[in-house]
């Protein structure tokens, strides 16, 4: 089964607004990772979270982990048509074959001008 | 650097005819990964090398599966022979060594098996 799952499936909201995607594992991780993939490209890296962290910004991204819980929290503030995508989060579990991350079945968001 | 190349970007074949995709990761990158990704199953991890060498290949469906890489800058996979359910978008990625976790994907080759 997969180490991430993420909810909603989909998601759609007006620009403006904020969007928040969210991403479960079942193990314990080193790191989380959130990509975005536009239709018909490949997945792109959004931005990486170490274990020993919570919270993490990149622009308008906004990334929260609790290891307690085994999730984690992507924020999008300010949404704009351009942010419409599908988001993945990967993670790499600790005592896993190095190098090897396990992405979840990622969040369509849809962001209508 | 122009990034993971994938050829070709499309495909299409007939049922039982051999595939060969094939990927040039990132220079200097030591990890390869290969990747299915369909509507049903979402993106699959097939089979990923490290410094050329494979590491896990578990995630290769079948024999009818096999990826090779001979060199630090070339990778193949190849299907033989070819099922229509084989039809998918395949995604390489490459990735630093060590301490570095971001994947870098290619553009994907979709194929189609009719």
């Known amino acids: 089964s997969q180490q991430g799952e993420e909810d909603p499936q989909a998601l759609s909201i007006q620009e403006g607004e904020n969007a928040t995607m969210n991403c479960s594992y079942k193990t314990s991780i080193n790191n989380l990772q959130w990509y975005r993939q536009n239709s018909g490209r490949g997945l792109v890296h959004l931005i990486l979270?170490?274990?020993?962290?919570r919270e993490k910004h990149s622009g308008r991204l906004r990334v929260t982990l609790d290891t307690s819980k085994k999730s984690s929290s992507l924020l999008i503030t300010a949404s704009r048509a351009a942010d419409t995508a599908s988001y993945f989060c990967?993670?790499?579990?600790?005592?896993?074959?190095?190098?090897?991350?396990?992405f979840g079945d990622g969040t369509t968001l849809t962001v209508k001008p | 650097d122009a990034g993971v190349i994938q050829s070709p970007r499309h495909e299409v074949t007939e049922m039982g005819q051999e595939v060969t995709l094939r990927c040039k990761p990132i220079?200097?990158?030591?990890?390869l990964f290969w990747y299915r990704q369909t509507m049903m199953r979402g993106l699959e991890l097939l089979i990923y090398f490290n410094n050329n060498v494979p590491i896990d290949d578990s995630g290769m469906p079948e024999d009818r599966f096999s990826a090779k890489m001979p060199n630090a800058s070339f990778s193949t996979l190849k299907i033989q022979p070819s099922e229509p359910r084989d039809s998918a978008v395949y995604f390489c990625?490459?990735?630093?060594?060590?301490?570095?976790?971001?994947?870098?994907f290619g553009p994907g080759t979709r194929l189609t098996v009719t």
């Open positions: 990967a993670t790499d579990a600790v005592n896993t074959n190095a190098g090897k991350s396990t």
């Open positions: 220079s200097g990158h030591d990890y």
């Open positions: 979270i170490r274990s020993n962290e």
């Open positions: 990625a490459s990735r630093m060594g060590q301490g570095f976790y971001e994947q870098y």
